[in-house]
């Protein structure tokens, strides 16, 4: 894995628990506006939303690098359309990212799989 394919996958987990946080507090706001009429839907949304595009071109840019299968990309997207698919993402990334790093250090030193 070459390093702007590292940085595009490190991009996209880093929003994207953030993205799940974000999902989780407006949800939150829109059941409290609802029943005890604290309104912080708008700025909220405002946030969820900014992080929701970051989140959505990281996965075009982490798509294109990585050459993920439609499959794959797809449930990424899904993921974050999901109110605690931030965090699975994150986690899917995360193993995803530990598993190229151990996959190019084995490829450094030559060793064969067997």
């Known amino acids: 894995m070459d390093i702007k394919t590292a940085s ?3 991009r996209l ?4 628990a953030p993205e799940g946080v ?3 507090l407006l949800l939150t ?3 409290l506006k609802r029943t005890v009429g604290f309104d ?3 700025p909220m949304g405002l946030i969820h939303g900014i992080l929701f595009i970051l989140y959505v071109l990281f996965w075009l840019d982490a798509w294109n690098r990585t050459k993920w299968a439609f499959k794959t990309a ?3 997207f899904v993921l974050s359309v999901l109110p605690f698919g931030g965090f699975v993402a994150e986690r899917r ?3 995803e990212a530990e598993n190229a790093v151990i996959a190019s250090r084995a490829r ?3 060793v064969v799989n067997a």
Request: hydrophobic share 50%; proline share 0%; charged share 20%.
């Open 8 to 10: 595009s996958l490190h």
């Open 13 to 16: 987990r880093l929003v994207s």
């Open 22 to 24: 974000s999902f989780l």
């Open 29 to 31: 706001c829109s059941v």
């Open 40 to 42: 912080a839907v708008f």
């Open 74 to 76: 797809a449930l990424y």
């Open 93 to 95: 990334l995360k193993r």
């Open 108 to 110: 450094r030193e030559g």
